[in-house]
């Protein structure tokens, strides 16, 4: 192995433009994921119903759904780094909202709607910016370790995000809100102090243009694979949404126990990230891909059967290792088959496949739950994610086949 395939942990690290974007997306991503669960449980005691907990993640999906192909756009034409300190400032403001909405105890269903809605539109400008600006801040041959690394970054703040909203929470709901707000504030900082030459896309502000990132993916059929390919599985076998269900009525546990299961996911993918940090996936790329999406489907079968919190963590801790061998593979081929000039609308097209799996999913399962039972909800999810992951063999073939991460140039 040569250097140039094999860069060290220590020369990632020395590029502190990246740095300060990591830090900053810890920051945010503690604090969005801190906010979601105090809202989830707020949700499930004004209402104690599947399908509201369901109507958060349809509130947050169509507004995404909307405005995300434009933003890939604006991510392209404007400077990134202003694009993600904005998101950021907004969900400060959202967050004191928060606070208010707690303290004067006006808090009710429709303003959590609301506040679903405001997220999804701040999502669908900030991950395609946290996504196009990391190749802007580190050489292609750092790319899949910065890819890891911030996936390493994510679950850690994953983890420590719903267990310490839930013990918050616990204490006093505006204690969440007010350390969200802090915490905002800090990314909102570490991101306006980041520095990278903006170059800005020459592209016409029209439809075409939008559309481009679309064209791109669509005729790119490993790209579009393994993005369809992580769409259905967590559309399919997410269980998010049920977490305040299985909690309360069937693992008979409180808030700080809903923050435990939503962070088992997490500490399953931290693990898998340090493991992908230190050791990238090099060869048969598109099997361990779908080999992971199986996983990911038995591991939440088995999540929806257990009647114990420890088997109940186990499994999503499988789960979550599993999706971060698809969140990688997914997101370093997209970094390294798309153009620089077009990474904001690719990256939003991936959003929108992202948002449809994370929060339409989550309609998904409170839409089923209510039919069939969250059990019932989660099996079916499950048992579906694993025959998602067989039919890709047949119906993405070059994904299936794909070796190495870098596709060899012809010759």
């Known amino acids: 192995m040569n250097a140039i395939e094999q860069p060290s942990l220590r020369d990632l690290l020395s590029h502190k433009p ?26 499930y005691e004004i209402t104690g119903s599947a399908w509201d907990l369901g109507l ?39 967050a004191c909202l928060l606070v208010w909405g707690t303290y004067t105890d006006s808090v009710t269903r429709e303003l959590v709607l609301f506040i679903s809605a405001v997220f999804g539109m701040v999502r669908s400008f900030q991950m395609p910016t946290q996504q196009a600006l990391t190749p802007h801040l580190v050489p292609s041959n750092l790319l899949q370790r910065a890819v890891a690394l911030s996936s390493t970054g994510v679950q850690t703040a994953v983890i420590g995000g719903p267990a310490l909203g839930g013990i918050l929470y616990a204490l006093h709901v505006n204690a969440v809100y007010v350390i969200c707000a802090v915490f905002f504030t800090l990314a909102f900082f570490l991101a306006a102090s980041v520095r990278y030459e903006h170059k800005p896309s020459n592209a016409a502000a029209d439809l075409k243009s939008v559309l481009a990132g679309a064209h791109f993916v669509w005729h790119h059929k490993v790209l579009l ?17 049920l977490l305040p269900i299985y909690a309360k009525d069937i693992l008979h546990t409180g808030p700080e126990g809903l923050g435990i299961l939503r962070s088992s996911p997490a500490v399953g993918a931290l693990l898998m990230a340090v493991v992908l940090t230190q050791w990238p996936i090099e060869r048969r790329v598109g099997r361990w891909l779908l080999i992971a999406v199986a996983v990911f489907g038995a591991a939440n079968f088995v999540f929806g059967i257990s009647t114990h ?103």
């Open 18 to 43: 990246f740095l300060r974007f990591w830090l900053a997306r810890l920051a945010g991503i503690l604090a969005n994921q801190m906010i979601m669960v105090a809202l989830a449980w707020h949700m």
């Open 56 to 94: 958060v993640g349809l509130f947050q999906f169509v507004p995404a759904l909307i405005l995300t192909l434009p933003a890939g756009h604006i991510v392209d034409k404007f400077h990134k780094v202003h694009i993600y300190a904005s998101c950021m400032l907004i969900q400060v403001l959202v």
């Open 225 to 241: 694979g393994a993005i369809a390919l992580d769409l259905f599985a967590v559309l399919l076998g997410g269980v998010t949404a």
């Open 309 to 411: 919190i420890a088997l109940s963590m186990a499994a999503l801790m499988v789960a979550g290792a599993a999706d971060n061998v698809s969140v990688v593979t997914r997101l370093t081929l997209m970094q390294l088959e798309t153009p620089n000039d077009m990474r904001g609308r690719v990256a939003a097209v991936n959003s929108i496949f992202i948002g449809a799996s994370n929060q339409l999913g989550e309609f998904e399962s409170g839409t089923t739950a209510a039919m069939w039972g969250p059990v019932g909800s989660v099996v079916f999810g499950g048992l579906a994610t694993i025959g998602v992951a067989v039919a890709a063999i047949k119906i993405f073939p070059d994904l299936a086949q794909r070796d190495k991460m870098l596709a060899p140039k012809p010759t």
